[in-house]
T-cell receptor
Framework: GDSVTQTEGQVALSEEDFLTIHCNYSASGYPALFWYVQYPGEGPQFLFRASRDKEKGSSRGFEATYDKGTTSFHLRKASVQESDSAVYYCALGDYYNQGKLIFGQGTKLSIKP | EAAVTQSPRNKVAVTGGKVTLSCNQTNNHNNMYWYRQDTGHGLRLIHYSYGAGSTEKGDIPDGYKASRPSQENFSLILELATPSQTSVYFC????????????FGAGTRLSVL
């Protein structure tokens, strides 16, 4: 079945560092890809999506490019802030069952001031 | 503002007891979902619904039932709770279209002793 793999379980950075969180997927069809962010005590929030090969999604300084060739959708940010500390989830839309999302394991990002 | 509201926010249950988790959405979305969140597993889909009166099994439905009596309400029922069902549960709503964007509640932390 379809799946999403996030390589890093935890990432620790200092403010103004560059961020990369790796996301790879395995899917039949042509799924949409998503990033969600979850702050402590809250539910996950939609960050952005990309629906086709080479499309870039972005929001709040974060961005990721849909790469069908490498089946990846890596999250990047040029300069992180302490307020970016959260758990980040990569997800894919079930191509055959619109509305369902399959999530990766999540990456906890901690930013030191 | 449109919202997804879960109740209770915290619940302690005894093994073998019945637990009902409730979810209400004001997004007027057709689809609703129940996920559980566990460290190392991310978010996993338990049950979902396409509209009032409909429930569908997700990826990990064993030990859970769901009920969708109206467009706004979606419940998750544990008839015989077990300690392995200790987790954080999230309800979400979505339009069920190809955009797949989900809107989550704040979660219910369930402990089964």
């Amino acid at each position: 079945g379809d799946s999403v793999t996030q390589t890093e379980g935890q990432v620790a950075l200092s403010e103004e560092d560059f961020l990369t969180i790796h996301c790879n997927y395995s899917a039949s069809g042509y799924p949409a890809l998503f990033w969600y962010v979850q702050y402590p005590g809250e539910g996950p929030q939609f960050l952005f999506r990309a629906s086709r090969d080479k499309e870039k999604g972005s929001s709040r300084g974060f961005e990721a490019t849909y790469d069908k060739g490498t089946t990846s959708f890596h999250l990047r940010k040029a300069s992180v802030q302490e307020s970016d500390s959260a758990v980040y989830y990569c997800a894919l839309g079930d191509y055959y069952n619109q509305g369902k999302l399959i999530f990766g394991q999540g990456t906890k990002l901690s930013i030191k001031p | 503002e449109a919202a997804v509201t879960q109740s209770p926010r915290n619940k302690v249950a005894v093994t073998g007891g019945k637990v009902t988790l409730s979810c209400n959405q004001t997004n007027n979305h057709n689809n609703m979902y129940w996920y559980r969140q566990d460290t190392g597993h991310g978010l996993r889909l338990i049950h979902y619904s396409y509209g009032a009166g409909s429930t569908e099994k997700g990826d990990i439905p064993d030990g859970y039932k769901a009920s969708r009596p109206s467009q706004e309400n979606f419940s998750l029922i544990l008839e015989l709770a077990t300690p392995s069902q200790t987790s954080v549960y999230f309800c979400a709503s979505g339009e069920g279209d190809s955009q797949n964007t989900l809107y989550f509640g704040a979660g219910t932390r369930l402990s089964v002793l």
